[in-house]
């Protein structure tokens, strides 16, 4: 009967594939370790070498497009706020001079 299955978090997953990387112990010995089958292990580290070109990236490019859709966000944000504001207004002197004349035609 085997126990409840154990959650590795990415950094225990990153240290158990740079040990098999380091080839001291054999995948199989890792794998008894730390209580885990060997084809998860050798998951964990295909996983690992086939995102390894990951980190070499330049993220600016990514940054640089999130912060020109974040301006443009607000530029549009900012354009609505102003034609809510206009219409705002103009509904508030309809409203005065519609109160005017019914006031004025009451009396």
Known sequence: MTGPRRKFTPEEKARIVLEILKEEKSASQLATEHGIHTNVLNQWKAE???????????????????????????????????????QLSWIKKKLLRHNQRTTTRSH
């Open 48 to 86: 690992a070498v086939q995102n390894l070109s990951q980190l070499f990236v330049d993220d600016r490019k990514g940054i640089t497009k999130m912060k020109n859709d974040y301006e443009q966000k607000i530029d549009e944000l900012y354009a609505e706020v102003g034609k809510l504001t206009t």
